[in-house]
């Protein structure tokens, strides 16, 4: 069974600052855990995985009114419950999710194609936009390491992007090579005629 994502309301200890709704790291139960999941689980399929296993569960307990308030304050009310360890877990997986992978890739328009195809950072753009997925993310404050939990259908228009931007980039080293080509065989062409023309004044 495949739970629906963002369904919480935003935490109500949020900090805001010039990033305004960037996570932190005590919106957290467990950072650890969410940053430990951050690397993990690093496909679509793992994502779902561990979601399934502990979302629903935390998804209830938020349901019943157990995860309202503070994180200290959710902690207590659930303190006492056997699935305690799921219900934070599915709550700090959410929060990765909703609050640190989404906004990453919002900031991103039309360029999310760099951060799962481009280790290296060469072809998406080094632009603000990277700038702002660098601040939110804030497990290892990079723009190209996001784990891929993408549709498919997105992995596939970024690819198609991905692969259109790596083919524009191709052609147009080529014309520069090109152009440098003609330039150096015209400044070869002008010093010979000069050496030439030097010859045949000595004569």
């Given amino acids: 069974m495949i739970v629906c994502l963002l369904v919480f309301s935003a935490p109500a200890h949020a900090a805001w600052d010039t990033c305004g709704t960037c996570a932190k790291q005590n919106d957290f139960f467990d950072y650890g855990y969410a940053a430990r999941m951050w690397e993990e689980l690093d496909t679509r399929d793992k994502f779902w995985t561990e979601w399934n296993r502990v979302f629903p569960v935390a998804k209830a307990a938020y349901d019943a009114g157990l995860l309202k308030g503070t994180i200290a304050e959710m902690r ?13 877990q599915g709550y700090d997986l959410w929060i990765a999710q909703s609050k640190v992978w989404s906004p990453s890739l919002r900031d991103q328009p039309g360029r ?3 951060s799962f195809n481009n280790s290296g950072g060469d072809v998406a753009p080094r632009s603000l936009a990277c700038s702002a997925t660098i601040r939110r ?6 723009c190209f390491d996001l784990p891929d ?23 147009r080293k080529a014309a520069d090579a090109a152009a440098k080509a003609e330039f150096d065989r015209a400044q070869k062409a002008k010093i010979e005629k000069w050496r030439q023309r030097a010859e045949q004044g000595k004569k």
């Fill in 76 to 88: 207590e009310a659930i303190k006492d419950r056997d699935d305690a360890t799921e219900i934070m």
């Fill in 112 to 114: 999310s194609y760099g």
């Fill in 137 to 142: 993310n804030i497990f290892t404050h990079q």
């Fill in 149 to 171: 939990w993408r549709a498919d259908e997105l992995a596939a228009a970024d690819t198609a992007e991905f692969n259109e931007i790596q083919q524009s980039v191709a052609e």
